[in-house]
């Protein structure tokens, strides 16, 4: 049985950073792309980034380009987010999610609805 769960989160001001962390458990995810989405109540779950687990492939979402970066560590089987120069607009609940690589076209890795398995969130604030 597939888990994901998430840490890290909390309270920062802004300009600050916090690292979440996602264990993962339960299968090998050597050919999966795993991503952080994040959502607000009544709002649509945003993409944040995503990674191929062999590290050859990484994507952000524009709003956190140059600010966030996602890592793993293959032998502990976690994945990482780390978020530098937060902004208000920031908070949210933050998921982490796995998703089986299908399709040979990495951008499609941005939907959620390509992701298979997902963690119960973690919530992240960010106060101004």
């Known amino acids: 049985q597939v888990q994901l769960v998430e840490s890290g989160g909390g309270l920062v001001q802004a300009g600050g950073s916090l690292r979440l962390s996602c264990a993962a458990s339960?299968?090998?995810?050597?050919?999966?792309?795993m991503g952080w989405f994040r959502q607000n109540p009544g709002k649509e779950r945003e993409f944040v980034a995503t990674m191929m687990w062999s590290g050859d492939y990484e994507l952000y979402g524009d709003s956190v380009k140059g600010r966030f970066i996602i890592s793993r560590d293959s032998a502990e089987n976690m994945v990482y987010l780390q978020m530098t120069s937060l902004k208000p607009e920031d908070t949210a609940v933050y998921y982490c999610?796995?998703?089986?690589?299908?399709?040979?076209?990495?951008?499609?890795?941005?939907?959620?609805?390509?992701?298979?398995?997902w963690g119960q969130g973690t919530q992240v604030t960010v106060s101004s």
């Open positions: 999610a796995a998703a089986l690589q299908r399709d040979g076209y990495y951008g499609f890795y941005a939907l959620q609805s390509r992701y298979d398995y």
């Open positions: 339960g299968r090998t995810f050597s050919n999966y792309f």
